[in-house]
Each structure stands twice: as C-alpha cells, then as structure tokens.
C-alpha cells in the first residue's frame, strides 16, 4: 500500500514536469508568431522570380500532413511498454521508471509537430506568406493540443511497466 502511494506521489512529481516541457515547446509557436508580425514590415524578400515558392509551399504543407500522420504512429510504438526490450528494474532514484519514457515521448513528438510551425516561418522569411504562417502554426498548435500529454496515459503506462517488470 505505501509502495503505490509513493508510486503515485512519483508519477505526479514528474508529470509537473513533463507538462511544463509540453507548455514550453506549445508557447513557443506563439513566439514564432510575434516574431514574424515584428521583422514583417522590415523583412525584405529577394528571392528570384523563378524560384518556385508555391512548390516549396506545396511541398511543406505535405510534409506537415506526413508529420502529423507520423507522431500518431510513433507515439503508439514508443509508449509500447516491451519496446526496446523492457523496462529497467526498479532504482533508487527518485523518479519513477515510467516519468523517463513518457517524458522522451511527449519531448520527440512535440518537437516533430513544432516543426511545422517551423515550416510556416520558413515561407513567411522566403516569401511573405503570412497566410501560410498561420495556418501552419495553427495546424502545429492543434496536433500539440489533440497529443497533449495526459495524466491517464502516464498511469497506464506505469501501470503496463509494473505488470511487464513482474513478468
């Protein structure tokens, strides 16, 4: 009984944590947008006229359909409690075994749907599309918010390592 009790004080420590980093990497989106709207009257575009800027844009936009579809995918096969062949047994640390990998997951899969944020300021300094800016930062802003991290997902995921460990 005290076991779990400190389980569960444990996995809520980190989970402070792990939705501080989420904060983080979500509010950075807004900083790339009040970036953008400040340099946007100085920002000078000289790019050669037969550059291909809607092909550039076409392609950024697939491959924020890509990320997207990706994330879906490597989260369900990075939160597989048996990947990589198990779990560490149990340390003295005090951080519970489940705050490490979940944390890793919500970090790698933020930062890929970061990048399509990312993507919407590279057009925005190639060419001035402040259109695309935001729809890719809006994009970004709602995948980071439909794979948020969740409590019940850390709980479960402690609890499928606590079964595997005892295996």
Known sequence: MYEEQEDVKRLMSGWRVVLMIWGAILASLGVYLIICLNIGTALQ???????????????????????????????????????????????????????????????????????????GVVLFLLAKDTRSLYQLLIISAAAMIYFRPRKEELLALAEQMKKYRQN
């Open 45 to 119: 575009v000289n790019i050669a006229p037969d550059f291909p800027i809607t092909t550039v844009k076409y392609a950024l936009f697939g491959v924020a359909c890509v990320t997207v579809l990706a994330v879906y995918v490597l989260r369900k096969f990075l939160l597989n409690p048996d990947r990589s062949g198990g779990t560490p047994a149990r340390t003295t640390s005090a951080q519970h075994p489940a705050i490490p990998k979940y944390t890793t997951v919500v970090v790698i899969t933020s930062a890929l749907l970061e990048s399509i944020g990312i993507y």
